[in-house]
């Protein structure tokens, strides 16, 4: 299974400070100007924790002939886990995202992509808990992982009933990348490809063609949005039926039809693709214009 990058949640991740509606997010719109909160994490580890920058007594790090010895015990002293920043990192955002500071969640956010798949562990607590903007921002950041989210399945696997259609709707990406993809996400995509909002429904439906085959469930469905009257859901729907395959290839008729008559050119360009791959063509298998004769 070809696995595409989840980037529709990160249209979702925005929302958390843009307050979108339909993101299930209660923060209110960010300021023009940074508060300068963001300034007050950065005082060094060192500044923070002096005493980690003394040997310990008895230890090699004594011995003054020994200064890489001694620099090395420091830094390990010193060096907090990838848990324990990722903890750290996720604190500073849950405030920068409470108090509408922008570079404060810059900083947070950056802190948190570079730790990777190291931060789950960290993040998983904040799954279960109460808050609903502790829920959608460990998910939102999982979203981001996909595969590599994995060991967190179970815990997202109990969000899709969850009260904010943000935390469903990432939680089921998550779930939808793995391999083989959870079959209770698929059915909680196919119901979110139909929400009010359409960011959600254009996150739902991507997903769905990230499952491909084994979002067959979810084929009458994804037909149903090939008429959304918003283009990027048509167009979105187009790109996930070819990613289904073989499951798809019965509504190649209609495809064919739309690929002719719709309005919007990014459309017909999604749909003319999909058509190309479910009929087990791509671009380049096409004839070749003639090359012009020269002349004589």
Known sequence: MNHLPLRPAVWLMAGVLAGSGGCGSNSPAPQAESSGQGAASSVSQAEANPAALRPVPGSPAEDPSAPQARSSAASTAAAP?????????FARLLKAAEGNDPAAWTAAEAQLQALGADAIPALVPSLRSDDVLRRELAVMFLAQLGPLAAPAADDLAALLNDASVFVRVNAAAVLSSLEPPRREAIAALAELAEHDDVHIRVTAIASLGNAGPAAEAALSRLEKCLTDPEPKVRQAAATALGQLGPPAQKLLPTLKLLAADDADPDVRDAVTSAVQRLSG?????EPAAPSPSPAP
Request: aromatic share 0%.
């Open 81 to 89: 886990s990838p848990s324990a920043q990722a903890e750290a990192a």
């Open 281 to 285: 063509r791509t671009t380049s298998d």
